[in-house]
């Protein structure tokens, strides 16, 4: 694979399926046996569409309801928004990258399309130099997108350049242009879908609530099976951010993620939605309504050293609404020293709650293969938990920054692993309790990344106590901060 910003297309993450009713049952879900933000009355459709050429807005015979994403420009002070839902470039000319994850899951089909942004090194616009070589030394540069669609085939387009890339300082709202219509000019912020589809040939934009795009493989990754072009539009209704439904949304890294100081940064942006619209996908047409939907961001220097990483929102066995996301890694130690320390979490939504497992108010222990099995669990002053992933799939390769290579690959992912989700109350003397979720998914997705993985990793979280106690203290850094616009980071 060539080195260049085409690694940024697989900025991909953690992420997987939801389904989620509408808020109002929330209160008083109804029974089922099947659950986590899933609609089972969905409408969902696919069909072949004959050109790239065809109206995407017609539907075919074979269609029953017929899908009408609506557009809504996004908000301010929007409900559900989380603390660094915003781009965090601070103008510098450190070494930085971006990257965003946005997925929907069709449990119908047992199929999820994951939307995977980057920008790598935006101080520069354009490749560098050999005087700018000389002077930062070797960087990186560009945007990217790439998409691990149905059966986890792959799709990715790249360049070099960024100055066509436009994000929101704090709100989560991005696009770019790789290719403008003849004679238009690229967007640099939201516009109405009509007004990016007369403006734009190939690219992107998204927001909490719109998403649109096409893309068109630029042929430089070789290691995956791939498709040739997608092209999507659907609406997203947020239903879970990170924390309990009617409550301020959490910083999934705790108040001090407002510092580069523990990088890279990590942020579930919405654990759960619902999205309506379509995808075509090499010219295989899906149409859903109501589709579990999923985001989530990560920014800084570069991934860990190495990570894991498992995620779920389709479950069997349980009532009211279910999203999952764990994931752990080896990070830097800010200093000159290479120290390193684990990191990791796992978050559990279910029926408006949220149960947070992070080090600062527990332990989580795990245990990873380099390939097919995840396992792990952690316990806080109320509760415990266990999750344990299985997969016979290859997975796919896909690529991830690094410190040493840039955007390089780096992680494998499938959307297709089998899992089992348990929760009970802790009793006072840390024995297991009532059982809060005994749940199973066979559409979970899992990763690991980073290396190496010579054999299995079995490790557990071992936060320093000044910083246990720090993060444990309730700062509300987004609300001071935001009272005082210039002292406002971007991205916060």
């Given at each position: 694979m060539e080195s260049s910003i085409c690694s940024l297309n697989e900025l991909h993450h953690f992420s997987k399926n939801l389904g989620f009713r509408p808020l109002n049952h929330l209160t008083n879900p109804k029974p089922s046996t099947r659950r986590g933000f899933l609609n089972l009355r969905s409408p969902v459709l696919a069909f072949s569409?004959?050109?790239?050429?065809?109206?995407?807005?017609?539907?075919?015979?074979?269609?029953?309801?017929?899908?009408?994403?609506?557009?809504?420009?996004?908000?301010?002070?929007?409900?559900?928004?989380?603390?660094?839902?915003?781009?965090?470039?601070?103008?510098?000319?450190?070494?930085?990258?971006?990257?965003?994850?946005?997925?929907?899951?069709?449990?119908?089909r047992k199929q999820s399309f994951c939307f995977m942004y980057a920008i790598e090194n935006p101080a520069f616009k354009r490749k560098l130099t050999p005087l700018e070589v000389a002077q930062y030394?070797?960087?990186?540069?560009?945007?990217?997108?790439?998409?691990?669609?149905?059966?986890?085939?792959?799709?990715?387009?790249?360049?070099?350049?960024?100055?066509?890339?436009?994000?929101?300082?704090?709100?989560?709202?991005?696009g770019n242009t790789f290719v403008t219509k003849k004679g238009m000019q690229p967007p640099r912020k939201e516009v109405p879908p009509q007004e990016f589809d007369s403006r734009v040939l190939e690219g992107f934009q998204v927001t909490p609530l719109w998403h649109q795009g096409f893309m068109r493989d630029d042929g430089r990754t070789t290691y995956a099976e791939k498709v040739k072009t997608a092209r999507w539009e659907y609406s997203t209704r947020p239903v879970y951010g990170w924390g309990n439904v009617g409550s301020n949304q959490k910083s999934?890294?705790?108040?001090?993620?407002?510092?580069?100081?523990?990088?890279?940064?990590?942020?579930?942006?919405?654990?759960?939605?619902?999205?309506?619209?379509?995808?075509?996908?090499?010219?295989?047409?899906?149409?859903?309504?109501?589709?579990?939907s999923y985001s989530e961001k990560n920014w800084g220097g570069a991934f860990p050293r190495r990570w894991f990483w498992v995620q779920s929102n389709v479950f069997n066995g349980a009532s009211g609404e279910i999203a999952l996301t764990a994931a752990g890694g080896l990070r830097q130690l800010p200093g000159l020293t290479e120290t390193f320390e684990n990191a990791a979490l796992i978050g559990v939504h279910y029926n408006g709650f949220f149960y947070e497992f992070v080090p600062w108010n527990g332990v989580v222990n795990w245990e990873i293969t380099p390939w097919g099995y995840?396992?792990?669990?952690?316990?806080?002053?109320?509760?415990?938990?266990?999750?344990?992933?299985?997969?016979?799939?290859?997975?796919?390769?896909?690529?991830?920054?690094?410190?040493?290579a840039g955007f390089a690959p780096a992680c494998k992912d499938t959307c297709s692993s089998d899992l089992r989700l348990q929760m009970w109350?802790?009793?006072?003397?840390?024995?297991?309790?009532?059982?809060?979720?005994?749940?199973?998914?066979?559409?979970?997705?899992?990763?690991?990344?980073?290396?190496?993985?010579?054999?299995?990793?079995?490790?557990?979280?071992?936060?320093?106590?000044?910083?246990k106690r720090a993060l444990q203290v309730p700062v509300d850094v987004d609300g001071i901060l935001g009272a005082v616009p210039l002292l406002r980071p971007p991205g916060l």
């Open positions: 569409s004959a050109t790239e050429s065809d109206s995407f807005s017609s539907l075919t015979a074979e269609s029953a309801v017929s899908v009408d994403p609506v557009y809504v420009p996004t908000p301010r002070n929007r409900e559900l928004r989380t603390p660094h839902s915003g781009y965090h470039f601070d103008g510098t000319t450190r070494k930085f990258f971006e990257g965003w994850y946005f997925k929907v899951s069709i449990p119908e030394g070797t960087r990186f540069t560009g945007v990217g997108t790439q998409i691990l669609g149905s059966d986890d085939k792959y799709i990715g387009q790249c360049s070099e350049e960024s100055q066509y890339f436009w994000g929101s300082r704090h709100e989560l709202a991005l999934t890294a705790g108040w001090l993620a407002a510092f580069p100081v523990f990088e890279p940064h990590w942020q579930i942006c919405m654990a759960g939605g619902l999205s309506t619209g379509w995808i075509e996908w090499d010219g295989e047409r899906f149409e859903f309504q109501d589709a579990p995840w396992y792990m669990a952690a316990e806080n002053e109320t509760h415990m938990v266990e999750l344990e992933a299985t997969t016979e799939h290859p997975g796919t390769t896909l690529r991830a920054p690094t410190s040493e109350e802790r009793r006072s003397d840390g024995s297991k309790g009532k059982v809060i979720l005994d749940v199973t998914s066979d559409m979970a997705a899992v990763e690991v990344g980073g290396g190496p993985w010579f054999n299995t990793w079995k490790g557990s979280t071992a936060m320093p106590e000044p910083i």
